[in-house]
């Protein structure tokens, strides 16, 4: 919306930050300390979900239908979906990298810390404002250690791929492929919430979001191409 200050705008790219890592592979130390950081709080954004008992997040409804009609574990469903999400990211020309690794072990890690230790909301209100909490949390998290370039993890590469090969906006992107997992999951046989929904249809525009408060921060340049991998910036 065009009048609204460009700070109040969502981010319709990944900025360029001057952390960005030249390689994917390799990190200077404040680079994998904003990486951590910022999946640290994303985990931290899911344990929210979960402490709100409101419904989980599309993904873990995807999971669930599965476990329901195949009788798999949803540890084992769980890794199946990931698979083959890093699989559809061969034709949007994606690379792995540290972040990728990270992604799975720091979120788990911190899913599962953060939702022990953290109170679990009684208060209908409160739950619901947990569960804002969360999503937002999911956002800055997104926004941090998107913006590290060492290698999304298995979601939010195929969000970034269909980002740049289609030059669609990030929260659009975004929406779709959660509406997208939510709405299998739930014919699979999955339990929904208000949570769930609310997660969905909030995420993107929330990642949005804090690709933009992580790009005023850091002072970035925006990546508006489409067609080739932005310049570091000096």
Request: proline residues 6%; hydrophobic residues 50%; contains cysteine.
């Amino acid at each position: 919306m065009p009048f609204l200050p460009g700070f109040l705008t969502p981010s319709r790219s990944v900025p360029v930050t001057r952390w960005r890592s030249e390689s994917r592979w390799s990190s200077k130390p404040s680079t994998l300390a904003i990486l951590i950081i910022g999946l640290w709080i994303f985990g931290t954004g899911e344990a929210l979900l979960i402490i709100a008992d409101l419904g989980v997040g599309p993904w873990t409804v995807f999971a669930q239908g599965l476990n329901v009609r195949t009788g798999l574990s949803i540890g084992t469903t769980t890794f199946i979906i990931s698979v083959v999400v890093l699989l559809a990211w061969i034709p949007l020309k994606e690379r792995p990298g540290l972040g990728t690794i990270a992604n799975a072990i720091v979120i788990a890690t911190a899913l599962q810390v953060m939702s022990t230790i953290l109170p679990h909301p009684t208060n209908t209100v409160v739950k619901f404002l947990v569960v804002i909490a969360g999503v937002a949390c999911v956002g800055i998290g997104s926004g941090l250690y998107l913006t590290t370039n060492l290698g999304p993890g298995p979601r939010d590469g195929m969000m970034t791929g269909i980002h740049f090969r289609t030059g669609w906006p990030v929260a659009r992107v975004r929406l779709g492929i959660e509406i997208g997992a939510l709405t299998v999951g739930w014919f699979l046989g999955g339990t929904v919430g208000i949570g769930t929904v609310l997660f969905a249809v909030l995420v993107g525009p929330f990642v949005a979001y804090g690709l933009k408060a992580v790009g005023v921060l850091a002072r970035a340049k925006t990546v508006i191409e489409t067609d080739e991998e932005p310049e570091l910036d000096a």
